[in-house]
């Protein structure tokens, strides 16, 4: 169990720019979550898929925000046109199923300046 | 999803049982307890959870009440690595994502 993996743990990016956000899950787990976490917060969900389909996303999600996860193994989370207010920690968990535990990554940290 | 209310904070002495409470009177017979923690720079790690008896593993006993309003995680011998964000969170849908409060900081002294 090599756990969940993030990739970039940093990233330090100037407002207006994309970024892309990795996360390989669990291999065998078929549900993946992205959280949002600023300081002081607890984290804040954002979408979630089963497999490659995406079945939940939350109001937090603009249309700046896009998430995919081709062939139910790995995802993306992009963000478009960046501004200081999606400065955050970035988090990214997987399970196997019905109230299983979530498996957390340690987060993508993005600052905008 | 129903909601759950924590104290902000809560302190303890190494080596002494740490017990956090939890209320969520408005529970619906389905939700499940859930909590878990989250250390500095890194993500919520899972605690425990339950239903309706109460539970134990290797990290802590969960402690749920008999009318389920409200529920306890016990810690039975704090250290210092135990110092973090302790959070309840209650979920009835299988799938649906765990909502996170502002959780408990737990602070531990030697």
């Known amino acids: 169990d090599t756990g969940v993996s993030q990739d970039p743990r940093h990233k330090i990016t100037k407002r207006g720019q994309n970024v892309t956000f990795r996360c390989d899950p669990i291999?065998?787990?078929?549900?993946l979550y992205w959280y949002r976490q600023t300081l002081g917060q607890g984290p804040e969900f954002l979408t979630y898929?089963?497999?490659?389909?995406?079945?939940?996303k939350s109001r937090l999600l603009s249309d700046r925000f896009s998430a995919e996860r081709p062939k139910g193994s790995f995802s993306t989370l992009e963000i478009q046109r960046t501004e200081q207010g999606d400065s955050a920690m970035y988090l990214c968990?997987?399970?196997?199923?019905?109230?299983?535990?979530?498996?957390f990554g340690n987060g993508t940290r993005l600052t905008v300046t | 999803d129903a909601k759950t209310t924590q104290p902000n904070s809560m302190e303890s002495n190494e080596e002494e049982p740490v017990h956090l409470p939890c209320n969520h009177s408005?529970?619906?017979?389905?939700?499940?307890i859930h909590w878990y923690r989250q250390l500095p720079s890194q993500g919520p790690e899972y605690v425990i959870h339950?239903?309706?008896s109460n539970v134990n593993n290797r990290m802590a006993s969960l402690a749920i009440a008999e009318d389920r309003k409200s529920s306890t995680l016990i810690l039975h011998r704090a250290t210092l690595r135990d110092a973090a964000v302790y959070y309840c969170?209650?979920?009835?849908?299988?799938?649906?994502?765990?909502?996170f409060g502002k959780g408990t900081t737990l602070s531990v002294s030697s």
């Open positions: 339950g239903l309706t």
């Open positions: 898929f089963q497999n490659e389909a995406q079945l939940e």
């Open positions: 291999s065998e787990h078929n549900r």
């Open positions: 408005t529970i619906s017979g389905t939700d499940y």
């Open positions: 968990a997987s399970t196997r199923g019905d109230h299983s535990p979530l498996h």
């Open positions: 969170i209650l979920s009835n849908q299988a799938g649906t994502a765990l909502i």
